[in-house]
């Protein structure tokens, strides 16, 4: 079976795992340290916090900028719940935005129709590894007074004119899910320039504890959102080979973009000169004709693992009926959702891989036609 996404986990990181667990030390030890260094170095930003997962980064954010019952967060109908779900969790109101067919991130275009009084944020989502256009994002946020999170989660390593994203914003979110370019199981870190807002996303992740001088006490009620050092260890080691990983990533996505560019049904990802992709997922938008559902099952027969790309928000049972929307609301994410198709990517994956995967596509194609 080619898998759709595999993590890469040195025998170097597993060694060290095992060290850690022998230590005695499970929680908030040394690694957790050195996992959020390595990431401050990489980014080139002052604080980096890991948590459990990206969604507790996502919710931990917006609880640090009081996000609350009444208020408005922006965010694109093309994304994983996680995104509209915190927003939820903080009692605010997701507003969705629909996408363009280019990069399949935010439209911002539309943006500035959805602002009003309500609006205290945006949360921009890199989707699929690819950066959204972040100076003009950032031009909007500050032209309304609001805040900018920006959901990272498949992202860590992309950039926009020669800058990382996660570092435009207030904040930036990342996940180590296993299929992101690295994983520490699940985990997920936030990043911040701001040493105020770092302070308090510390004491929010650990039961809204604090230690001054010695003394300890409860400031606010936190969450237990704290990374396992085993886990933080598994993360530090993977920082090691992250720029590998990427680096072979670009190389399999341009031996996809070679073997299908050419078919007339498919529409590949489109590379901008301005940005960085590190493709989390290969995404390709098949034609309207071709029933994205079947390829999937025809490829699963050879052996071959794929799935859609991303959810169109806006249809979801849970919240089409709690603001009553339409499917419609949102054009090019009901395309992108209906017709999106994520093929196989990571160190997993070969050239030969990625040649066999694209004869059986073509050849799926040839016998839908016929």
């Known amino acids: 079976m080619i898998r759709l996404s595999k ?10 795992i095992i060290k850690v667990i022998r230590s005695g030390y499970l929680v ?46 922006i965010v694109p109908a093309f994304t994983f719940p996680a ?39 945006i949360i921009p989502v890199h989707e699929f590894g690819q950066a959204a ?52 199981g699940e985990g997920g870190v936030i990043v911040t320039n701001n040493d105020e807002v770092s302070s308090k996303l510390r004491m929010l992740r650990n039961h809204g504890i604090s230690n001054i001088d010695g003394k300890t006490d409860f400031i606010v009620a936190g969450l237990n959102y704290r990374m396992t050092d085993f886990q933080a260890a598994l993360g530090f080691y993977q920082m090691k080979t992250l720029e590998n990983e990427i680096t072979h990533r670009v190389k399999m996505a341009q031996e996809y973009g070679k073997q299908l560019s050419n078919i007339k049904w498919i529409k590949t990802p489109e590379i901008f000169k301005d940005r960085r992709m590190v493709y989390q997922t290969y995404h390709i938008l098949i034609d309207g004709d071709i029933r994205r559902n079947s390829l999937i099952q025809y490829l699963k027969k ?11 928000l806006n249809c979801t049972k ?16 009901l395309i992108s959702y ?26 799926w194609g040839v016998d839908y036609e016929n």
């Open 83 to 121: 995104t509209a779900n915190v927003v939820e969790l903080v009692g605010a109101k997701p507003v969705f935005v629909d996408i363009n067919l280019t990069d399949y991130c935010i439209d911002i275009t539309k943006i500035e129709d959805k602002i009003n009084p309500r609006t205290k944020a």
């Open 302 to 312: 050879h052996d071959i693992e794929a799935n859609i790309g991303a959810h169109a």
């Open 28 to 73: 908030q030890g040394r690694y957790v340290n050195d996992f959020e260094e390595s990431i401050c170095n990489y980014l080139n930003i002052k604080n980096a916090v890991v948590v459990s997962s990206g969604t507790a980064a996502l919710h931990l954010a917006l609880m640090v900028l009081s996000i609350k019952d009444g208020d408005e967060v």
């Open 7 to 16: 993590p890469n986990i040195s025998e170097e990181a597993i060694q060290e």
């Open 318 to 333: 849970y919240y089409r009926e709690k603001y009553n929307l339409i499917f419609d609301d949102n054009p090019n994410t």
């Open 133 to 184: 256009k972040m100076d003009d994002i950032i031009n909007i946020a500050e032209k309304y007074n609001l805040k900018v999170i920006e959901d990272a989660a498949c992202a860590l390593g992309a950039e926009f004119n020669g800058r990382k994203v996660g570092t435009f914003g207030e904040m930036g979110c990342f996940s180590f899910h296993p299929r992101k370019a690295i994983t520490t």
């Open 338 to 363: 209906k017709r999106g198709l994520a093929l196989p990517m990571g160190s997993h994956i070969s050239l030969n891989d990625i040649r066999e995967i694209s004869k059986y596509i073509l050849k």
